[in-house]
């Protein structure tokens, strides 16, 4: 499986909105919508944001909205607050090898 | 309240064997897909092998492929990893992660809970 492109580091002031893109292939991304984002907070483990692309669990704000075009997905923070400040994984199915599971490099977020 | 308890780990030699288990409660565990993804400053988060609710259908990253081996005991609501022929590269946080859609994994396989984690080192 190949990793997920994802910027390394990305940057907005409270209140503002920010997007992360996570660039893949036709054997992921692109052929499949099945693309999730987990926030990683500091000293926490991984939640789960978005799943099926745009679907929220229960409980996440909906200040965070995932959305695909082509084989780049994104993942758009609204109003962002200090406590948005982690890390980010995109993931998705992949068939790119053998059928499985593959995550983004990952993008940490700094609330300026 | 879910929770799911690691256990094993700790350090391995290069070309040796360690076993990682995790303990789940909270949940209809026989229900449920589970899976272990691995953490590395270096790498991040990478999935590392999941399975179905029954047991019956497993799937592994290209990279462990071959030298882990993923299992469950639904009886127990235990899951477990054994890893042979360990690298330096295998050397992370192993998190144990409960799927989120049901008992099979395909390609909707996303994770809701996640373990504490436990830490494998691999050194002579």
């Known amino acids: 499986q190949s990793a997920l492109t994802q910027p390394a580091s990305v940057s907005g002031s409270p209140g503002q909105s920010i997007t992360i893109s996570c660039t893949g292939t036709?054997?992921?991304?692109?052929?499949?919508?099945?693309v999730s984002w987990y926030q990683h907070l500091p000293g926490k483990v991984p939640k789960l944001l978005i799943y099926?692309?745009?679907d929220r669990p229960s409980g996440v704000s909906d200040r965070f909205s995932g959305s695909k075009s082509g084989n780049t997905a994104s993942l758009t923070i609204s109003g962002l607050q200090a406590e948005d400040e982690a890390h980010y994984y995109c993931?998705?199915?992949?068939?790119?090898?053998?059928?499985?599971?593959?995550f983004g490099g990952g993008t940490k977020l700094t609330v300026l | 309240e879910v929770q799911m308890l690691e256990s094993g780990g700790g350090l391995g030699q290069p070309g040796g064997s360690l076993r990682v288990s995790c303990e789940a409660s909270?949940?209809?565990?026989?229900?449920?897909?589970m899976a272990w993804v691995r953490q590395t400053p270096r790498k991040g988060l990478e999935w590392v092998s999941g399975?179905?609710?029954?047991?019956?259908?497993?799937y592994y990253a290209d990279s462990v492929k071959g030298r882990f081996t993923i299992s469950r005991d639904n009886s127990k609501s235990t899951l477990h990893l054994q890893m042979n022929s360990l690298r330096a590269e295998d050397a992370a946080v192993y998190y144990c992660?409960?799927?989120?859609?049901?008992?099979?994994?395909?390609?909707?396989?996303?994770?809701?809970?996640w373990g504490q984690g436990i830490l494998v080192t691999v050194s002579s």
């Open positions: 993931s998705s199915f992949t068939t790119y090898t053998t059928p499985g599971v593959v």
């Open positions: 099926d692309v745009t």
């Open positions: 036709s054997s992921d991304i692109g052929g499949y919508n099945y």
């Open positions: 399975i179905s609710g029954s047991g019956g259908t497993t």
């Open positions: 909270g949940f209809s565990f026989k229900t449920y897909a």
């Open positions: 992660v409960k799927g989120l859609l049901g008992p099979n994994c395909g390609g909707d396989c996303y994770f809701d809970f």
